[in-house]
């Protein structure tokens, strides 16, 4: 973080020498170095930059083992206004390599365009079948490699509360799977078995032969009424945000379906940075091909959402998250920095069609029956370190438990459309 520490020393020092300032009329040193530092400060956000951070993202996990993450961000490189960050996330099992590009910052253009490209190798990919009964122990390893490059347009309206950006993506996936006549494969209900076995190029009663690399092109709108009065930790305010995606195969394939989202945040100060925060998230997906939809683009109730649940533990066309989390800060540095800790208790659940399955049934039980719908809950407790100036958190890590057990990673509340990082 060697740039945000250079700008936040600065603002310091411009911080102390107002504080000197005698009486207002007297021309002093003081306030000329005070205009002299602003300047600076002005000069320093205009001028090519760059900032370094090295996190051990993955102390361990199943789905990560052991994994250092490294970014390099840099602003104004080429251009005034332009934010570039290239990220790497080396671990054990998974690997995560991204660029991404913003071509001018919210606060400077009401227009602006957003980049990324992302690559990620996945050779402990966790496939326990299709639907939310599926059991714990029947989950297979998948090596999978995944690449991902998307552009969009972002417009700014009303002092930046409302966004709408349209973007277009194309997406690359290839699954691989070499022990199909193993136990764990056979005790997959026959739709979870023959979805694997279509995503990964295997024949199947209604295929004879399928393609394991699967490509496609991806295209939609996301809009968001943002009255959060910060991004990082916000403390009031609320945000609401939906987007609507078609996925088209642009092979020989026949791979389509349309996807509906839909976020509701909540942030009610409690005094100081004492924040309670509420969040629902409703995921819908509807095929219109004539060929499955891969196991890997069905949405996933897992610990990203809900913690104490394992990585792509639960996957179906339809999903609901209901999460509440309380925080609390241990230090604030100015109101550029800040360390804060936060407890969270959710429920969610997967579904053939949300809008006739759901029930409002809670089951704390590792494995579901055949046919149940009931929501999983999950809690956690976690630990984050923001940038409150550059409006992101830096890290965050949450324990989490569950019907499943314990669960080690990072978490993030909220998800900016368009994100970036």
Do not use: C
Not at 68 to 75: I, Q
Not at 157 to 167: A, K, W
Not at 222 to 250: E, M, T
């Amino acid at each position: 973080m060697i740039g945000p520490m250079y700008r936040a020393l600065l603002l310091t020092t411009a911080l102390a020498a107002i504080n000197l300032t005698p009486a207002r009329g007297q021309i002093t040193a003081a306030t000329a170095d005070t205009t002299l530092l602003k300047k600076e400060l002005d000069d320093y956000d205009r001028r090519f930059r760059y900032s370094v951070l090295v996190d051990p993202f993955a102390l361990y996990s199943r789905t990560y083992g052991f994994g250092l993450a490294a970014h390099v961000t840099a602003d104004n490189l080429l251009w005034e206004g332009s934010q570039w960050r290239i990220s790497a996330r080396p671990s054990q099992r998974r690997q995560i390599y991204w660029m991404t590009l913003k071509t001018h910052g919210r606060t400077k253009k009401d227009v602006y365009g957003l980049f990324r490209a992302l690559y990620e190798n996945n050779d402990a990919y966790r496939y326990y079948g299709i639907g939310q009964s599926s059991l714990l122990a029947n989950g297979l390893s998948i090596d999978k490699d995944y690449f991902e490059a998307v552009a969009r347009v972002g417009f700014e309206f009303f002092n930046d509360h409302l966004t709408i950006q349209p973007m277009v993506g194309y997406l690359w996936n290839n699954a691989s799977y070499e022990e199909t006549d193993d136990s764990t494969f056979a005790n997959l209900d026959q739709r979870s078995q023959e979805a694997l076995l279509y995503a990964i190029g295997r024949p199947t009663p209604d295929y004879d032969d399928p393609d394991n690399v699967h490509q496609g092109v991806r295209f939609g709108a996301n809009v968001a009424l943002d009255y959060r009065d910060r991004k990082a930790y916000p403390r009031a305010g609320y945000l609401i945000n939906g987007s609507w995606s078609r996925y088209q195969s642009v092979t020989d394939q026949d791979v389509v379906f349309d996807r509906v989202n839909a976020g509701i945040h909540g942030f009610i100060g409690l005094g100081g940075d004492h924040v309670l925060t509420f969040r629902t998230i409703v995921q819908s997906t509807t095929e219109s091909g004539d060929e499955p939809m891969p196991f890997y683009l069905f949405p996933k109730l897992d610990f990203n959402l809900l913690g104490g649940l394992r990585n792509q533990r639960h996957v179906n066309f339809d999903l609901v998250n209901a999460t509440a989390e309380y925080r609390w800060s241990f230090l604030n540095l100015l109101d550029l920095y800040q360390i804060s800790g936060w407890a969270s208790a959710g429920v969610g659940g997967v579904y053939n069609d949300i809008w006739e399955d759901f029930e409002f049934d809670v089951t704390f039980a590792k494995d579901l029956p055949e046919g149940s719908v009931a929501l999983r809950p999950g809690f956690g407790v976690g630990l984050r370190v923001s940038g409150l100036e550059q409006e992101h958190d830096y890290i965050t890590w949450l324990l989490g438990f569950g019907p499943e057990g314990l669960t080690l990673m990072t978490f993030r509340f909220v998800f900016e459309i368009g994100d970036i990082r």
